[in-house]
Nanobody, 127 residues
Framework: QVQVVESGGGSVQAGDSLRLSCVVSGRTFSTYTMGWFRQAPGQEREFVAAIAWSGGFTYYADSVKGRFTISRDNAKNTVYLQMNSLKPEDTAVYYC????????????????????WGQGTQAYVSP
Protein backbone atom coordinates (compact mmCIF):
# COMPACT_ATOMS: atom_id res chain seq x y z
CA GLN A 1 0.00 0.00 0.00
CA VAL A 2 1.51 3.28 -1.11
CA GLN A 3 0.89 6.26 1.11
CA VAL A 4 1.38 9.89 0.12
CA VAL A 5 1.64 12.47 2.88
CA GLU A 6 2.00 16.20 2.33
CA SER A 7 3.16 18.80 4.82
CA GLY A 8 4.36 22.37 4.94
CA GLY A 9 1.22 24.34 4.28
CA GLY A 10 0.32 27.39 6.31
CA SER A 11 -0.85 30.96 6.34
CA VAL A 12 1.46 33.63 4.91
CA GLN A 13 1.30 37.09 3.41
CA ALA A 14 1.63 37.97 -0.24
CA GLY A 15 5.26 37.91 -1.31
CA ASP A 16 6.24 35.30 1.27
CA SER A 17 7.41 31.75 0.63
CA LEU A 18 6.32 28.28 1.61
CA ARG A 19 7.97 24.93 1.07
CA LEU A 20 5.72 21.93 0.72
CA SER A 21 7.00 18.41 1.24
CA CYS A 22 5.54 15.10 0.20
CA VAL A 23 6.74 11.75 1.49
CA VAL A 24 5.80 8.59 -0.38
CA SER A 25 6.01 5.18 1.24
CA GLY A 26 7.32 2.14 -0.59
CA ARG A 27 10.44 1.06 -2.38
CA THR A 28 9.63 2.26 -5.86
CA PHE A 29 9.47 6.02 -5.28
CA SER A 30 12.46 6.56 -7.54
CA THR A 31 10.47 5.23 -10.50
CA TYR A 32 7.44 7.49 -9.97
CA THR A 33 6.61 10.64 -11.82
CA MET A 34 5.50 13.06 -9.13
CA GLY A 35 3.04 15.91 -9.44
CA TRP A 36 1.58 18.74 -7.43
CA PHE A 37 -1.98 19.89 -7.97
CA ARG A 38 -4.10 22.45 -6.16
CA GLN A 39 -7.74 23.15 -5.62
CA ALA A 40 -9.16 26.48 -4.56
CA PRO A 41 -12.65 26.79 -3.05
CA GLY A 42 -15.30 26.40 -5.71
CA GLN A 43 -12.79 25.53 -8.40
CA GLU A 44 -11.60 22.37 -10.05
CA ARG A 45 -8.30 20.77 -9.21
CA GLU A 46 -5.55 22.15 -11.38
CA PHE A 47 -2.04 21.11 -12.29
CA VAL A 48 0.81 23.01 -10.64
CA ALA A 49 4.05 21.16 -11.31
CA ALA A 50 5.52 17.75 -12.05
CA ILE A 51 8.90 16.09 -12.04
CA ALA A 52 10.11 13.00 -13.83
CA TRP A 53 11.43 9.98 -11.95
CA SER A 54 15.03 11.02 -12.50
CA GLY A 55 14.47 14.65 -11.68
CA GLY A 56 15.83 15.56 -15.07
CA PHE A 57 12.58 16.98 -16.40
CA THR A 58 10.25 19.40 -14.69
CA TYR A 59 6.96 20.89 -15.80
CA TYR A 60 5.04 23.90 -14.55
CA ALA A 61 1.72 25.59 -15.00
CA ASP A 62 2.11 29.01 -16.59
CA SER A 63 0.62 30.62 -13.50
CA VAL A 64 3.50 29.46 -11.28
CA LYS A 65 6.42 29.35 -13.70
CA GLY A 66 9.33 31.37 -12.34
CA ARG A 67 7.93 31.41 -8.81
CA PHE A 68 7.59 27.72 -7.90
CA THR A 69 10.25 25.03 -8.05
CA ILE A 70 9.65 21.29 -7.85
CA SER A 71 12.44 18.97 -6.79
CA ARG A 72 12.88 15.49 -5.39
CA ASP A 73 15.20 13.50 -3.18
CA ASN A 74 14.88 9.85 -4.10
CA ALA A 75 16.98 8.79 -1.13
CA LYS A 76 14.34 10.30 1.15
CA ASN A 77 11.27 9.32 -0.90
CA THR A 78 10.37 12.99 -0.87
CA VAL A 79 9.28 15.57 -3.39
CA TYR A 80 9.26 19.29 -2.63
CA LEU A 81 7.46 22.33 -3.93
CA GLN A 82 9.23 25.58 -3.14
CA MET A 83 6.74 28.41 -3.54
CA ASN A 84 8.12 31.94 -3.69
CA SER A 85 6.52 35.32 -4.31
CA LEU A 86 3.18 33.92 -3.24
CA LYS A 87 0.00 35.64 -4.33
CA PRO A 88 -3.50 35.51 -2.84
CA GLU A 89 -4.59 33.54 -5.91
CA ASP A 90 -2.21 30.77 -4.84
CA THR A 91 -4.50 30.06 -1.90
CA ALA A 92 -5.63 26.45 -2.23
CA VAL A 93 -5.32 22.96 -0.90
CA TYR A 94 -2.21 21.47 -2.46
CA TYR A 95 -2.14 17.80 -3.34
CA CYS A 96 0.81 15.59 -4.07
CA UNK A 97 0.37 12.70 -6.49
CA UNK A 98 2.45 9.79 -7.70
CA UNK A 99 2.28 8.05 -11.04
CA UNK A 100 3.72 4.58 -11.52
CA UNK A 101 3.26 4.74 -15.29
CA UNK A 102 6.39 4.51 -17.36
CA UNK A 103 6.04 5.96 -20.83
CA UNK A 104 7.49 8.54 -23.11
CA UNK A 105 5.61 11.82 -23.31
CA UNK A 106 3.56 11.05 -20.24
CA UNK A 107 0.77 13.65 -19.95
CA UNK A 108 1.94 14.85 -16.56
CA UNK A 109 -0.68 17.62 -16.41
CA UNK A 110 -3.55 15.12 -16.47
CA UNK A 111 -4.74 13.99 -13.03
CA UNK A 112 -5.90 10.68 -14.47
CA UNK A 113 -2.34 9.36 -14.87
CA UNK A 114 -1.64 9.55 -11.14
CA UNK A 115 -2.29 6.42 -9.10
CA UNK A 116 -1.74 7.69 -5.59
CA TRP A 117 -2.83 10.93 -3.95
CA GLY A 118 -2.26 12.57 -0.62
CA GLN A 119 -4.90 14.21 1.55
CA GLY A 120 -3.67 17.70 0.79
CA THR A 121 -2.15 20.57 2.71
CA GLN A 122 -3.70 24.03 2.92
CA ALA A 123 -1.83 27.13 1.83
CA TYR A 124 -3.44 30.48 2.54
CA VAL A 125 -1.96 33.71 1.19
CA SER A 126 -3.34 36.95 2.52
CA PRO A 127 -3.09 40.22 0.56
Amino acid sequence: QVQVVESGGGSVQAGDSLRLSCVVSGRTFSTYTMGWFRQAPGQEREFVAAIAWSGGFTYYADSVKGRFTISRDNAKNTVYLQMNSLKPEDTAVYYCAASSRIANNLPVRAPVIYDYWGQGTQAYVSP
